[in-house]
């Protein structure tokens, strides 16, 4: 079976700081994707960033960038100078390549302060 | 453009009543899935379908039912077995090995 693990479900940081929410999975195939989403409280779940179990340097998309230590088994998601847009709800997600379906962590609240 | 449909947004729902969530792509996507999501909780896999009139059970499926008799639909039935389907539902599709299209969700709520 496979386990996300997002152990704050809420955090503050203020606007321009770069804050880091954490993610560590639990997982014994050697193949898999880690992902990052966004849910604004309008519902929409967006897509932030990928890391493949196989990728040797850490993904970034402006300013998300994951921090992958695999011999950890986290997956942490690093968001640089914080805008106040940011304030929503993140999940870690990671897809299961058996079965060709993802297992999603509880997910963090993130408020951005001005 | 390409992406998911659901509707609709909202969906209100009586005692002992069933109720379909739609849920249409137009990303030519193979896979897709239900999921449920409860005020300030992660979601949950109900359904989901690799290819068309083929479909597996989730971790939550009981109350539940769906079809996927086109490529583009994958509707959600929340039946009356479902003792508490007040939630937000989220339809997702996906193809190979990149990550999940959300729909904007379908908020019910039993009346």
């Known amino acids: 079976a496979q386990k996300i693990t997002q152990t704050q479900p809420g955090m503050f940081v203020q606007e321009k700081e770069a804050v880091t929410l954490d993610c560590t999975y639990d997982?014994?195939?050697?193949?898999?994707?880690l992902f990052w989403y966004k849910q604004p409280s309008s519902g929409e779940m967006i897509f932030l960033i990928y890391?493949?179990?196989?990728?040797?340097q850490n993904a970034t998309e402006g300013r998300y960038s994951l921090n992958f230590q695999k011999a950890r088994k986290s997956a942490n998601l690093v968001i640089s100078a914080s805008q106040l847009g940011d304030s929503a709800m993140y999940f870690c997600?990671?897809?299961?390549?058996?079965?060709?379906?993802?297992?999603f962590g509880s997910g963090t609240k993130l408020n951005v302060k001005p | 453009d390409g992406g998911i449909t659901q509707s609709p947004k909202y969906l209100f729902r009586k005692e002992g009543q069933n109720v379909t969530l739609s849920c249409e792509q137009n990303?030519?996507?193979?896979?897709m899935y239900w999921y449920r999501q409860d005020p300030g909780q992660g979601l949950r896999l109900i359904y989901y379908?690799?290819?068309?009139?083929?479909?597996q059970k989730g971790d939550i499926a009981e109350g539940y039912s769906v079809s996927r008799e086109k490529k583009e639909s994958f509707p959600l039935t929340v039946t009356s077995a479902q003792k508490n389907p007040t939630a937000f539902y989220l339809c997702?599709?996906?193809?190979?090995?990149?990550?999940?299209?959300f729909g904007s969700g379908t908020r019910l709520t039993v009346v």
């Open positions: 997702a599709s996906r193809v190979g090995g990149y990550g999940y299209t």
């Open positions: 997982t014994s195939d050697q193949s898999y994707g």
């Open positions: 890391q493949g179990s196989y990728d040797e």
């Open positions: 997600a990671m897809n299961d390549p058996l079965f060709n379906k993802f297992y």
């Open positions: 990303l030519n996507h193979d896979a």
């Open positions: 379908s690799q290819i068309v009139n083929d479909f």
